[in-house]
T-cell receptor
């Protein structure tokens, strides 16, 4: 079946450093990918998305890279701030638009 | 605040009781999804509505679970004869199809269910 996995369950960074969170997916037919941020007790919050016909997309302080050859995507956060501390999920779109999520990476930002 | 609301935010119930959760999607969104999230895991898809039609149900949705979206607006998720394994966060999301295929699902805050 389809699966999405993250490479590291926890990532610790210093405030001001850049963060890179990685994700792998199994279904080469997936055409759309989304990164969500989830803070404790809240629902997932949309960060950035990318279609499979792109390999890079930039937002405010965030960049998503997609490598379809190895079925890998990453989320880069520039100048990480304490408010970025949360669990980050990548998700791939499956049939009927359902999202298939990985297990998440917890980002801890230290001052 | 994404505009998707869920009620109640928390629910504690005893095993064997029935519970019902409500989701109000973003008003112009015709697609609505339910997901379940257990501690330390990503959300898992449960079911999907387009307007009032329930188009897909996951194998996770046992016979004790039923979802409705009677007028194509709000949705309810009912769990009958709750079991301790039903304890989880139940998330609702909504979206609307757009040209280009970048259809973002926006999530509500979730309903956290604890079955004692």
């Amino acid at each position: 079946g389809e699966s999405v996995g993250l490479h590291l369950p926890t990532l610790s960074v210093q405030e001001g450093d850049n963060s890179i969170i990685n994700c792998a997916y199994s279904n080469s037919a997936s055409d759309y990918f989304i990164w969500y941020k989830q803070e404790s007790g809240k629902g997932p919050q949309f960060i950035i998305d990318i279609r499979s016909n792109m390999d890079k997309r930039q937002g405010q302080r965030v960049t998503v890279l997609l490598n379809k050859t190895v079925k890998h995507l990453s989320l880069q956060i520039a100048a990480t701030q304490p408010g970025d501390s949360a669990v980050y999920f990548c998700a791939a779109r499956g049939g009927y638009n359902k999202l298939i999520f990985g297990a998440g990476t917890r980002l801890a930002v230290h001052p | 605040d994404t505009g998707v609301s869920q009620n109640p935010r928390h629910k504690i119930t005893k095993r064997g009781q029935n519970v019902t959760f409500r989701c109000d999607p973003i008003s112009e969104h015709n697609r609505l999804y339910w997901y379940r999230q257990t501690l330390g895991q990503g959300p898992e898809f449960l079911t999907y509505f387009q307007n009032e039609a329930q188009l897909e149900k996951s194998r996770l949705l046992s016979d004790r679970f039923s979802a409705e979206r009677p007028k194509g607006s709000f949705s309810t998720l009912e769990i009958q004869r709750t079991e301790q394994g039903d304890s989880a966060m139940y998330l609702c999301a909504s979206s609307s199809p757009i040209m280009g295929g970048q259809e973002t699902q926006y999530f509500g805050p979730g309903t956290r269910l604890l079955v004692l």
